[in-house]
């Protein structure tokens, strides 16, 4: 029968597509992709009085409660940075749209399950929207994160366009990042109840309020390329180094970012394509 169905170019149903078909799926239903994002971000701001107002104040009120938090802590620590505010609220922003990239793919198949069971559609589209929705509000917290970097004594150059690479770059790792949580989630329920608690130890340990190079110097300077191939430490440093006053730019961790955003996303985009017959299924 199987046979049967082939020979006249039939599919069945709720099967799994091969790669180049499933791509070639994702590309036409690229509309409803996008449409979905912007559909998502307005739905989710709009009940709320101050509404798209919150994707800048969110990242504000975070920054200021945790710079002014570990700002007393690491008071006359040798570990607090110099221009310690700058740095926390470069941090604050930056991971902010990692976190809710992670966060947002782990439940995007499981939280959307009757979008998923009723419609036809290829399912990595929603985790692209997912991404694609937090890339879109980051990109004015981006903006806003300048204002307030050059309140700080920082001035426009030519450095800044640099952002650009940057953030596509950092766009691909957390699509990349946002496949694998998906699928795994689908698996193992649960994980969505300790992705939070994930996030949150990836917020304390990868520079947000410290500079992970010299902390790993301090501890063991064997571990020193371990700071220098963590991908998140990767994008704060390029991003403080491009918008600090008398920043550096590690220009070698441009390098380091595109191997990671390029392996994590070929794999995860294959590890969820994987399980396409899977999603929407009570397991």
Not at 198 to 226: C, D, H, W
Not at 233 to 262: E, Q, S, T
């Amino acid at each position: 029968m199987a046979k049967l169905a082939d020979e006249h170019g039939l599919d069945r149903v709720g099967g799994r597509p091969s790669l180049p078909q499933y791509v070639k799926q994702l590309i036409t239903r690229s509309d409803f992709t996008f449409t979905l994002a912007k559909y998502k971000m307005q739905s989710e701001n709009e009940r709320n009085r101050l509404g798209m107002l919150w994707v800048l104040l969110r990242p504000a009120f975070s920054a200021l409660i945790y710079g002014t938090v570990f700002g007393v802590i690491m008071q006359g620590a040798t570990a607090r940075p110099d221009d310690f505010a700058p740095f926390v609220v470069i941090g604050v922003f930056v991971i902010e749209f990692f976190n809710t990239s992670m966060n947002g793919g782990a439940k995007s198949i499981i939280s959307n399950a009757s979008l998923v069971q009723s419609l036809p559609f290829p399912r990595i589209v929603l985790p692209i929207a997912t991404v694609f929705q937090n890339l879109l509000n980051f990109i004015p917290t981006l903006l806003f994160m300048m204002i307030l970097a050059m309140m700080f004594g920082a001035r426009p150059d030519w450095d800044w366009f640099l952002f650009i690479p940057l953030v596509i770059l950092f766009w691909i790792f957390n699509q990349g990042v946002a496949f694998i949580f998906a699928r795994v989630t689908v698996h193992f329920r649960d994980l969505s109840q300790v992705t939070p608690f994930i996030s949150r130890m990836i917020f304390y340990t990868s520079g947000v309020f410290f500079e992970l190079k010299t902390m790993v110097e301090k501890i063991n300077p064997a571990l020193q390329p371990f700071a220098d191939w963590q991908p998140l430490n990767n994008v704060l440093a390029i991003a403080r180094g491009i918008l600090m006053k008398g920043g550096v730019i590690p220009y070698d961790y441009f390098w380091h970012l595109a191997i990671w955003a390029v392996a994590i996303f070929i794999f995860g985009f294959v590890f969820f394509w994987q399980a396409e017959e899977r999603y929407g299924r009570d397991e």
